[in-house]
Each structure stands twice: as structure tokens, then as C-alpha cells.
């Protein structure tokens, strides 16, 4: 959510930018305007200081996935779209038309999409790549240090998955969950945290007992989960070691993520010329 919110965000900017173009810092030969700052500033009630600095980051980003030559083709962005619409339970058309009534063009979204997925395989290819996997040692230690966060993980769900090849069908199926739905396969799974995948560990934790998941696009199917019940909480680190290492990496992303960009900042050529 957050995600789309500075997608969004940056695409309102870049709208009213055109409007208003007093350069306000060059970062890279990328023009960040004193429109921008405001509007960044504005939207999400932050210090002005914050709001330049993320609009430092977002070119300094940008200028690095230009000299790393990453590439994204039109299909991966209409695939993504879908994606996004489907997890808001919207039609890509709902969507467009959504987005139209709050002043943004569609084309712009585009291409803010695209670079929010290239952004994502940089970070794929060139920061995470550079994270060694934890050994059990490393991990035990984490757990020990935070180990409040883990008093009460689940340590078995069930599950029911619904997959089909159609977003729609599904939609159908979460809206009549007793009902049997041509083209939809339902599996009942019961699962063991430590046997999970750490994404989709993450999904059900964040998903209330009784509900659905967002319906995910696999790029060969949909699916969602309707989490049925998500067991009891257990300590321990062998019972709740997938958990550990979801939280490990998570917050091993983060720190790569910024030293990666500090680096990049230190090295980059910036220059104010009016604040």
C-alpha cells in the first residue's frame, strides 16, 4: 500500500511539476523542482528536509538503474497492473477510471509502474544478491536478540488455496465461498510455519482467520488462501526457524538498501541551487 501510495504520489508530482519548473537541486543532471518538495512535503506530512531527501533517493535510484541498463517490458508492466488491481478486488478498467477521477493519466501511471519494477529488479540483482544466507548459528543469535517478536508466531495453519486461471473467477468464489465455481480448483493445506514459504508466511500472518488473502498472480495462475485457522503460538527456535529468517532477511534488506544508497550518495554529484 504504501507503495502504490508513493507511486501515485510521484505520478501527481510529476504532473504539477510541468506546471511550475523552478529547479530547486541537480541531482545527477536529474532536476528536482521546489514543486516537487512541496508537493512531497504536503502529501505526506513530513519535514521538508525529509521530503528531500526522498527525492534524492528516487533519483539517485533512478540514475543508477540507468547505468545498470535494467529493462522492463510493456507485458511485465500490464501484468503487474493486473496484479494490483486484482489484490484491490478492481477491475483494471475500475482502476483506470479511478485513477482518471483523481487528476492522474493513465500513461503516467504506466510509466510510473515500470519504474517502480525496475527499481525492483536492481534491487533483486544488485542489493540483494550481495545478503549471504544466514547460517542456523547467525539466526539463533537474532532470535535471541529479538525474541519478543516471536512469542506468539503460529506454528500450524489451514488453509484452503483457491486457484484458477482467471482473476474474475476467483473474485466470484471469495464472494460465494460455499459455492463450487467452474474453473476454480479449491485444496484444503495444513501447514507448518517452518514448512512456508518466508512470502508466504508473511501473507497469512497478515491475513485475519476466516478471511481471504489478496489473490496473487503466480504469472501461470491466481491464487488466494482462505486461512481457516492459524494454530496456536509456540516458542522456540527450531518451531519458528522460517519465521526467524523472514524477519532476519527482511531486515537485512533494509540495512543493504540503505548502505547501498549512502554509498551512492556519497559518490554522487549534487548540487543545490535553491531551497
Known amino acids: 500500500m504504501k507503495k502504490l501510495l508513493l507511486t501515485v504520489l510521484f505520478s501527481i508530482v510529476a504532473l504539477e511539476a510541468q506546471v ?7 541531482v545527477e543532471g536529474q532536476a528536482i523542482t521546489t514543486l516537487e518538495i512541496q508537493v512531497v512535503q504536503k502529501n505526506l506530512n513530513i519535514s521538508k528536509e525529509a521530503a528531500i531527501e526522498m527525492l534524492i533517493r528516487d533519483r539517485l535510484e533512478k540514475a543508477a538503474i540507468k547505468e545498470a541498463g535494467i529493462t522492463i517490458s510493456d507485458q511485465e508492466v500490464q501484468a503487474k497492473i493486473a496484479n494490483i488491481a486484482a489484490s484491490k478486488n478492481m477491475t ?5 477510471s479511478l485513477l482518471q477521477k483523481r487528476g492522474l493519466t493513465w500513461e503516467g501511471y504506466l510509466k510510473q509502474i515500470k519504474v517502480e519494477l525496475q527499481k525492483e529488479r536492481f534491487f533483486q540483482e544488485h542489493i540483494l544478491s550481495t545478503i549471504d544466507r544466514p547460517s542456523d548459528e547467525e539466526l539463533k543469535t537474532y532470535y535471541n536478540t529479538h525474541i519478543d517478536e ?3 508466531a503460529p506454528i500450524q495453519m489451514s488453509l484452503v488455496a483457491y486457484t484458477s486461471n482467471s482473476s474474475e473467477r476467483l473474485k466470484e468464489a471469495i464472494s460465494n465461498p460455499m459455492k463450487n465455481i467452474d474453473g476454480v480448483i479449491k485444496k484444503s493445506i495444513l501447514a507448518s510455519s517452518d514448512q512456508m514459504s518466508p512470502a ?5 500472518e497478515q491475513t485475519p482467520s476466516n478471511s481471504f488473502t489478496k489473490i496473487i498472480n503466480t504469472g501461470k495462475e491466481f491464487i488466494t488462501y482462505f486461512v481457516k485457522s492459524k494454530g496456536s503460538g509456540q516458542s522456540g527456535f527450531e518451531a ?7 524477519k532476519w532477511i527482511q531486515s537485512k534488506r533494509l540495512q543493504a538498501s540503505k548502505d547501498f544508497l549512502n554509498k551512492l550518495k556519497a559518490n554522487a554529484k549534487i548540487r543545490v541551487i535553491r531551497l
Open 200 to 204: 508466504l508466511l508473511n501473507l497469512i
Open 20 to 26: 511550475i519548473d523552478a529547479i530547486a537541486i541537480d
Open 150 to 152: 516471536f512469542s506468539s
Open 240 to 246: 519458528l526457524k522460517n519465521a526467524v529468517f523472514a
Open 92 to 96: 483494471v478498467a475500475q482502476m483506470k
